[in-house]
């Protein structure tokens, strides 16, 4: 298993990390949307699926950065202050999007793939093998340390969950039914642009065009998909990318920031819109040329701003101020370890950090995902696509 890493800039991170000055934002707005609520609904419906797999960045991260060397790791109080298991590496509160929709279908919390106690029956429920700062390519989040990129983590699925599920079946299934009956969340590419193209120091620009880069992105990702379905998985959920223009941290690091009217950052999004629409016509795509597999794509842009837009319907009070940092919208000194930064009442925010929403947003999240309307789960939701 490889990890990437450029060591010498972490310190310089870490530096940025604590300088007021909104210049530097697109250095290190590092993890894009993350976060969740304590996940506190029980297992009470049969599981439809035998297992799920989610690959992601720091929105769906469970702590599989917690033992590298990195930035981008969230394994310190008061992160996971509402959650059921406490402080676990989770850039949230609660739970992420992974947490509730995989207790929504059924299988509980799913293991860290990169936690040691990652082992024997348990895995038979699946893992989580999101990484913070990662995405499709190698490089991306390299400014970061260390993190499992994509391909990483397709590794982490073929050496160590599969064997280890392989030695626990025990039912006679074998691995290719076992796989058919399982799910694939992913939701990558953010830091492709966040933590890379958009970085001043990548060189992604010199060799592509953002259209180009689009397009490599989804080459990139094609190949992935296609090696999860050669495994023998067939039902796939594939989200497209979050308005990542409307963190606290892009809103509040703007040259246009105005505190009596703070507006998403509209540049940034429509990259998230363009490529979103490319993750889409793959979908179509891969629909169409992989016999026997459903492949989902979530809207999650237009699920997202359908709940800014009507964040009172859904008891907020707080639309861009993070709820852990501090500074201008609680977004310019970042939720530290050790710094009494936390608003009391974690409901009433959209954001729990500059970064990530907050468990409340993700538990209506995930709903919409596993039985939301139609216009933004394309062809079907996550509860129809296990009953097939
Ligand atoms: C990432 O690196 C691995 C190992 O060198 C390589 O096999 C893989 O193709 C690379 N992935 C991408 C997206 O470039
Ligand atoms: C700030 O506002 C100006 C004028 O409306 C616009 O041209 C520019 O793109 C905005 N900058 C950002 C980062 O949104
Ligand atoms: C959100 O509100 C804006 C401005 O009122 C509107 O243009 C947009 O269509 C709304 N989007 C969603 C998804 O509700
Ligand atoms: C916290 O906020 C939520 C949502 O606005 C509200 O329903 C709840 O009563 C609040 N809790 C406390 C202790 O104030």
Redesign the pocket.
């Known amino acids: 298993m490889?990890i990437l890493s450029e060591r010498s800039s972490l310190r310089h991170l870490v530096c940025v990390v604590f300088m007021e000055t909104s210049s530097w934002f697109l250095l290190f707005s590092f993890l894009v949307f993350i976060g969740d609520v304590a996940v506190s609904t029980s297992v009470s419906v049969p599981s439809q699926v035998r297992a799920m797999f989610v690959f992601g960045d720091s929105l769906l991260d469970p702590g599989n950065n917690n033992n590298l060397f990195t930035a981008a790791k969230a394994n310190y109080y008061p992160h996971g202050i509402d959650f059921s298991q406490g402080t676990t590496g989770r850039f949230c509160n609660g739970g992420t999007i992974a947490d509730h929709l995989s207790t929504l279908v059924g299988l509980g919390i799913l293991p860290a793939f990169n936690n040691p106690n990652t082992k024997g029956t348990n895995v038979l429920r699946g893992a989580n093998f999101a990484s913070s700062a990662s995405g499709?390519?190698?490089d991306t989040g390299v400014n970061y340390g260390d993190r499992f990129?994509?391909?990483?983590q397709l590794e982490g699925l073929t050496e160590k969950i599969l064997p280890e599920m392989a030695r626990n079946i025990g039912d006679g299934t074998t691995m290719e039914e076992y796989l058919a009956k399982s799910l694939v969340y992913s939701n990558m590419g953010s830091n492709d642009f966040i933590t890379n193209y958009l970085v001043l120091t990548s060189y992604e620009p010199t060799l592509y065009t953002l259209p180009e880069y689009h397009n490599h992105l989804i080459d990139?990702y094609i190949?992935?998909l296609k090696e999860l379905y050669n495994l023998g998985v067939k039902k796939f959920l594939i989200s497209g990318l979050a308005p990542l223009g409307c963190t606290p941290s892009r809103i509040a690091g703007s040259p246009n920031y105005s505190e009596s009217n703070p507006k998403c950052a509209d540049d940034i999004n429509q990259i998230a819109i363009q490529f979103s629409a490319k993750v889409k016509t793959m979908v179509h795509k891969l629909n169409k040329e992989l016999v026997g597999a459903y492949f989902l794509y979530w809207d999650l842009y237009t699920d997202m701003i359908e709940v800014l837009n009507r964040s009172a319907y859904y008891g907020f009070k707080h639309v861009y101020t993070a709820c852990c940092g501090a500074g201008r919208l609680n977004s310019i000194i970042l939720c530290l370890p050790n710094v009494p930064f936390v608003c009391p009442n974690r409901s009433e925010y959209m954001f729990w950090d500059p970064f990530h929403p907050s468990d409340a947003v993700n538990a209506i999240i995930a709903k919409k995902a596993y039985s939301g309307k139609l216009q933004n789960m394309y062809p079907m939701n996550v509860q129809q696509l296990l009953q097939l």
């Open positions: 490889y499709l390519l190698n990129p994509m391909d990483a990139v190949r992935q």
